[in-house]
């Protein structure tokens, strides 16, 4: 894991304008009022005995509580917050903001800071499916969380 170039790009979101549209940006996806970007990806699991699926987790996991101790030196410590009950308000039909909804389908949970713009920065480990990638994000939003 490349820590400079992950707080790079994570200061590089907090500074620049939200797409007007949800789609694809150069550093991952976007839409109006937030940015995400896939700092890293890893190998699919689709031969896997489930040994390496956790250990790769377990990294992930560990690659993202590293970057959000440099995170709090600048903000403080993070707030953990869960996006279960978000996921399972979606899925009762109640339409949840974005970018809270679609991370929620995700994304277990976020380390979520308030940056000095304003806006909330937070970092996730996405894993869509038990044999698809895993994902270390940073999200940038305007958003509050839910």
């Given amino acids: 894991m490349d820590i400079a170039n992950h707080l790079a790009v994570i200061d590089r979101l907090c500074?620049?304008?939200?797409?007007?549209a949800h789609g694809r940006t150069d550093a991952g996806t976007g839409?109006?009022?937030y940015l995400i970007a896939e700092l890293q990806t890893s190998g699919d699991f689709h031969e896997d005995d489930g040994t390496e699926r956790e250990e790769t987790q377990a990294q992930y996991e560990a690659d993202r509580d590293a970057l959000g101790e440099r995170l709090a030196q600048r903000w403080g410590p993070a707030?953990?917050?869960?996006?279960?009950?978000?996921?399972r308000r979606g899925m009762e039909g109640e339409?949840?903001?974005e970018p809270w909804g679609t991370l929620a389908s995700h994304v277990p949970d976020v380390h979520l800071w308030r940056a000095e713009s304003g806006r909330w920065v937070a970092l996730g480990v996405s894993?869509?499916?038990g044999?698809?990638?895993f994902q270390l994000l940073a999200?940038?939003?305007?958003t509050d969380p839910p």
């Fill in 131 to 133: 044999e698809l990638p």
């Fill in 31 to 33: 839409g109006p009022g």
């Fill in 79 to 87: 707030d953990v917050f869960s996006l279960y009950s978000v996921f």
């Fill in 139 to 142: 999200v940038v939003t305007d």
């Fill in 15 to 20: 500074a620049r304008e939200f797409p007007a």
């Fill in 127 to 129: 894993q869509w499916d």
């Fill in 95 to 97: 339409e949840m903001a």
